[in-house]
């Protein structure tokens, strides 16, 4: 594809670098029962761009929750943006927006922000949009721009700015989500394999006080099983019940096998501090703050099923 050469100014890096603008990191969080809950965001790799969101509580998942998106936005020196050796006339509004993609999910859409005339005050924008759920799906691509919210009536050293309402003027930054696969504290992944079972269990951990969560454990739904038909969400045959069947017995091997550690008290009375996103503070939150009874694996079982029936 050739590339496009714009016939206007646009902002450019040195314009960025002068503004002195201050833009927080996104941050995410879903509501549940009227509550707000924060997600966690990392990079799924030191050498990547892209972010994943996880849920230390282990319930957030795209399909069922909507998610919000947060940010926090301030610009200092930005009448350099206006004028003859800006990228809007002098009296034109520029507009702040975040331009969301989700390839897979084939959606698009806009974020306004706030908007930014050619005056000396300090700007701040608080941006918070939330996503309905099952809306986002695979890696979502964030990018703030500036364009010409409203025009303005260009003096004479001012023709060759761009002055049509919704024109882009330029590009902040960029940022990239991943909402699948490991983008969930409790990940579930999909195999094809006639020879195994519907589904199972990783379960898997060197020393679960600092061993990541999402990296030990994980559920593998088979799609090549004859009865695949009862977890495919495209299928009217779809029954929501058996999967929370499944993430409650996975669950409960989890919390049964955490313990035979010897500090497993600990655990239980939350009476330790974890590494962050641990097994060992994932199911001491489970079992001290949601109240799941694991005194013996029976009650162990039901208070994670009653759980997934009075919430999901």
């Given at each position: 594809?050739?590339?496009?050469?714009?016939?206007?100014?646009?902002?450019?890096?040195?314009?960025?670098?002068?503004?002195?603008?201050?833009?927080?990191?996104?941050?995410?969080?879903?509501?549940?029962?009227?509550?707000?809950?924060?997600?966690?965001?990392?990079?799924?790799?030191?050498?990547?761009?892209?972010?994943?969101?996880?849920?230390?509580?282990?319930?957030?998942?795209?399909?069922?929750?909507?998610?919000?998106?947060?940010?926090?936005?301030?610009?200092?020196?930005?009448?350099?943006?206006?004028?003859?050796?800006?990228?809007?006339?002098?009296?034109?509004?520029?507009?702040?927006?975040?331009?969301?993609?989700?390839?897979?999910?084939?959606?698009?859409?806009?974020?306004?922000?706030?908007?930014?005339?050619?005056?000396?005050?300090?700007?701040?924008?608080?941006?918070?949009?939330?996503?309905?759920?099952?809306?986002?799906?695979?890696?979502?691509?964030?990018?703030?721009?500036?364009?010409?919210?409203?025009?303005?009536?260009?003096?004479?050293?001012?023709?060759?700015?761009?002055?049509?309402?919704?024109?882009?003027?330029?590009?902040?930054?960029?940022?990239?989500?991943?909402?699948?696969?490991?983008?969930?504290?409790?990940?579930?992944?999909?195999?094809?394999d006639l020879e195994k079972p519907l589904w199972y269990l990783d379960c898997e951990w060197e020393d679960p006080r600092y061993d990541d969560f999402a990296e030990c454990v994980s559920i593998y739904i088979n799609t090549g099983h004859k009865n695949y038909k009862y977890l495919d969400?495209?299928?009217?045959?779809?029954?929501e019940q058996l999967l929370k069947e499944i993430m409650a017995s996975a669950l409960t091997i989890v919390i049964t096998k955490l313990r035979s550690e010897t500090f497993w008290?600990?655990?239980?009375?939350?009476?330790?501090?974890?590494?962050?996103?641990?097994?060992?503070?994932?199911?001491?939150?489970?079992?001290?703050?949601?109240?799941?009874?694991?005194?013996?694996?029976?009650?162990?079982?039901?208070?994670?099923?009653?759980?997934?029936?009075?919430?999901?």
């Amino acid at each position: 594809m050739p590339t496009a050469i714009s016939s206007f100014p646009m902002i450019t890096v040195r314009m960025l670098e002068d503004i002195s603008s201050e833009m927080l990191e996104y941050s995410f969080c879903y509501m549940e029962n009227s509550k707000k809950n924060f997600l966690g965001c990392e990079r799924i790799s030191d050498d990547s761009l892209i972010y994943m969101v996880n849920d230390s509580r282990g319930i957030w998942n795209a399909d069922e929750y909507n998610l919000s998106i947060n940010r926090q936005y301030k610009f200092n020196n930005y009448n350099i943006l206006f004028g003859e050796n800006g990228i809007a006339c002098s009296d034109s509004i520029v507009g702040i927006a975040v331009v969301w993609t989700s390839t897979d999910s084939k959606q698009r859409g806009i974020i306004e922000v706030g908007e930014i005339n050619n005056t000396n005050e300090k700007l701040h924008f608080s941006m918070e949009y939330f996503f309905d759920k099952a809306q986002l799906r695979g890696d979502v691509e964030f990018t703030t721009i500036l364009y010409i919210k409203n025009t303005g009536n260009p003096l004479r050293n001012e023709q060759h700015i761009a002055n049509s309402c919704g024109c882009i003027v330029g590009e902040i930054d960029k940022f990239y989500l991943r909402l699948d696969g490991n983008g969930s504290m409790f990940p579930i992944y999909e195999i094809n394999d006639l020879e195994k079972p519907l589904w199972y269990l990783d379960c898997e951990w060197e020393d679960p006080r600092y061993d990541d969560f999402a990296e030990c454990v994980s559920i593998y739904i088979n799609t090549g099983h004859k009865n695949y038909k009862y977890l495919d969400k495209v299928k009217r045959t779809y029954d929501e019940q058996l999967l929370k069947e499944i993430m409650a017995s996975a669950l409960t091997i989890v919390i049964t096998k955490l313990r035979s550690e010897t500090f497993w008290d600990s655990i239980a009375g939350g009476t330790a501090e974890f590494e962050n996103g641990s097994v060992a503070q994932a199911v001491s939150y489970f079992v001290k703050t949601l109240g799941w009874n694991a005194t013996k694996p029976e009650l162990l079982s039901y208070s994670i099923r009653k759980f997934f029936d009075e919430r999901m």
